[in-house]
């Protein structure tokens, strides 16, 4: 019998650059998770392709606009639970979700990365174990013996996450630097195509990434 894998989605920040980039260029702000992308939101596509990679479960960690995100999440297969209270760094809210999971092996992603394709986030889960950490390349993929510029969607253990995450104060590239110097193994899984390396900080990463899904809508694909 196969490892039990639980997803968990962060859709817990303010995504305060994108609303002063909207504002900026004189559009009304909107949260980046809920900006429109291919008849849909950008956490719905998020949350879409996390669940096409065969993961058992789906857990959504909110926060900031946490009914908004909940009611565009509404009918889909995920169970949220939100952060309280709800202004913490990332490391916290994928703790949150990570304490919360069943299974034997965590997929984190970041609801603001709809471009990472299901194909992809499969590899990544599929290489992640209990003294491994998988993590989508920036850069050399395979065997790592650094974690520069890399992040997220990452898969491991559920008790590796557990025991790291709360050592965290934000962001998670210090803890996989730390995670090495203990000797916990790092692989880099080759992204499927360029587009799935743009995480949605600024509007211009909306534009590229809206782009991509209407041509592949258009093509098909």
């Known amino acids: 019998m196969g490892n039990m894998i ?28 809920l900006l429109p992308l291919n008849g849909v939101t950008v956490i719905e596509a998020t ?19 946490a009914g908004e995100v909940e009611e565009a999440l509404s009918g889909m297969d995920v169970r949220v639970v ?13 703790l949150r979700g990570v304490r919360a ?8 992603a970041a609801g603001d990365q709809p471009a990472v394709s299901p194909a992809t986030l ?21 065997w790592l013996d650094n974690a520069r510029g890399i992040g997220m969607p990452l898969a491991a253990g559920a ?5 790291y995450l709360p050592l965290g104060d934000g962001n998670i590239n210090p803890l996989l630097w730390m995670m090495l110097e203990d000797g916990v193994r790092l ?3 080759e992204a499927s195509r360029p ?24 093509d098909g694909n």
């Open 6 to 33: 639980s997803a968990v989605v962060a859709a817990a920040g303010r995504g305060s650059r994108m609303m002063r980039d909207m504002a900026e260029l004189g559009l009304e702000p909107v949260h980046k998770l």
């Open 47 to 65: 949350v879409k392709a996390v669940l096409s990679a065969g993961v058992d479960e789906c857990i959504v960690v909110t926060g900031h606009r």
């Open 82 to 94: 939100r952060n309280d209270p709800v202004d913490v760094p990332l490391s916290a809210s994928l």
């Open 101 to 108: 999971a069943g299974g034997d092996i965590i997929l984190c």
């Open 122 to 142: 499969r590899r990544i889960a599929e290489h992640a174990d209990g003294s491994t950490v998988s993590i989508l390349a920036r850069g050399e993929s395979g």
């Open 159 to 163: 008790d590796l996450l557990r025991d």
């Open 187 to 189: 692989y880099g899984v």
């Open 195 to 218: 587009i799935e390396l743009v995480n949605i900080n600024h509007y211009s990463d909306y534009l590229r990434i809206r782009d991509h899904f209407l041509r592949t809508n258009a």
